[in-house]
């Protein structure tokens, strides 16, 4: 979407979230593999807005770090006493006074807000003559809600559930708590808040009438009642995360990527997945994979920080972390797991095998039960193979170690040195073979009677 600069998006994560019975604040829990604040400010971004700031709590340091790492140079701000939303947004006075365009205010603990609605409220906020715009839902439940008090179809202000009338409380039109404030008034109207109502908080959501108040006008940005789900506890949590996944599971059906149980696929916000790539039930894909068009992802795989290159095989029951790269029509079995290691175009893992630390060549063929040795219990050592190696069943590869393009390793090697190109390495006790002695062990005196207690009866 177009960027807007004009526009300072501001996140509110400093509540407590007492209700998730967590050690780690709320903001931080994950769904579709991104933690709460992180799908606010990249929906934020993909807004267009880059004009970004966040109030957290006092002492997150954990919460700052996941902020800059989502979005890099997001203002932090820190409110130290918990006195309602309006006094969280005016943490932030600097940056307000600062903007001069648009506030748009954003809850930390709402990640199903798409950028539009985003952009939509912007907008409204900026029209002539209006002050506030307040993302507005008909709620099934409004209990617990603000409501949208409306005079021939104007908004006049909100109430807040525990505030409201018997009459007011009959209202399902309900406030989403995102709000658009025109920058010009905003410090004004915030600084007009009194926290005089039963929770003896400053209600951001007073914003409204006191804009009416001044003579401006307040609208309403109509959003279905999912967007304005927020999370306070883990069942909620979990309803969002499954929004999430419908929502991701569609959008890449319908760009052309093919699920046969999408119900049983879990995706992340970040994945990306090319046309005609098929993913087979019973796969979950955590953050950071990118996997290539017409590449097949068998069932029960588990993927996470990986790229899967054009028409690669994974699967099934392969595990795929962070740092796995395969190249172009690569093949990654049954039980195989790969970590920080590169795959050339072609390669074969086809079975039991651990790859870690190591760089594998073009058509190289890793036979089953192969294993890199990369780790000393002190530091980690890299693999090298070489293109169209042929790596025995069940060996041992001891990094550091290279392995030349074009060598053999006899199977069931403990590999320790380097290998040559087109070389054969063997790394094993050498077979001995005693014709005959098998006879002559039974024949002993103290075997010969097991041996016919033992020999099954016609045998
Ligand atoms: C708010 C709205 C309500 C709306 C509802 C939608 C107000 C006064 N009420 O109520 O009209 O229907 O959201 O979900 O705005 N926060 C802080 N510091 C504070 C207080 C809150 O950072 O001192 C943050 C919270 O972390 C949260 C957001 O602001 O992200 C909303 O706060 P919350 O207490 O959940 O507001 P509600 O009572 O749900
Ligand atoms: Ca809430």
Redesign the pocket.
Known sequence: MERNDRTLALV????EGTRMRSARPKVLHQVAGLSLVGHALRAAGTAGFSNLAA?IGPDRPDVAAEIGRVAPGTAIFE?RE????A??VLQARAAIAAGGGTLLVL????PLVRPETMRALAAAAAEPGCAVAVMGFEAADPAG??RLVTELGELVA?R?HKDASEAERTIRL????LMALNGEVALALLDAIRPDNAQNEF???DCVALARARGYRAQVVLAPEEE?M?VNDRVQLAACEAILQRRLREAHLRAGVTMIAPETVFLSLDTEIGRDTVIEPHVVIGPGVRIAAGAVIHAFSHLEGAIVGEGASVGPFARLRPGADLGTGAKVGNFVEIKNADLGAGAKVSHLTYLGDATIGAEANIGAGTITCNYDGFNKFRTEIGAHAFIGSNSALVAPVTIGAGAFVGSGSVITEDVPADALALGRGRQTVKPGWAVTFRARPENAAKTKARTPKGG
């Not at 309900?174 to 708590?177: D, P, Y």
């Open positions: 509110l994560a400093a509540g109030v409110q918990r006195r309602g939303t006094h969280a809850f930390g603990d709402t809600y603000g909100i807040e309900c406030n989403g708590g209600y951001l959501t304005a927020g």
